[in-house]
């Protein structure tokens, strides 16, 4: 790969992002199987608990999103880096923990200033 100026390295982090992140509707269908476990059929549960289950929704939504950011995050850093570094383990490694401690502070940083989700944000171009 010939070097890269950040114009382009900016533009293959987003595109290796977005197509490794999940939808938004993909994470909340994740997080509304996981809420109405045991009672995916019991209509009456379900209007019973409504509220309840829109609250953990909203939370299992959010830790769905999490996990994904940090696989996707991860997998965009090592793959846009991983050519433009040399092919020594210890490079890799290092990316690796790049992208651990870029995407804990990112997550860290928007709970605290509750960002929500941001679900619905991601193109599909």
């Given amino acids: 790969m010939s070097p890269a100026n950040d114009a ?11 197509s490794a992140i999940p939808t938004g509707s993909e994470i909340a269908s994740r997080a509304i199987a996981r809420a109405i476990a045991g009672h995916e059929n019991d209509v ?15 939370i299992q939504a959010y830790e769905e999103y999490l996990i994904a950011e940090k696989s996707a995050g991860e997998s965009a850093i090592v793959g846009v880096f991983s050519p433009l570094v040399s092919a020594d383990a210890n490079a890799t490694q290092t990316l690796r923990a790049v992208a651990d401690s870029v995407f804990l502070t990112s997550s860290t940083s928007a709970s605290h200033r509750g960002d929500g989700l941001g679900l619905g944000r991601r193109s599909n171009s």
């Avoid at 382009?8 to 977005?18: D, G, I, R, T, Y």
Wanted: aromatic share 12%; charged share 25%; proline share 0%.
């Fill in 8 to 18: 382009q390295v900016l533009q293959s982090l987003k595109k290796a992002f977005s």
């Fill in 44 to 58: 009456a549960w379900i209007k019973g608990h409504f509220s309840e289950l829109v609250e953990e929704i909203q």
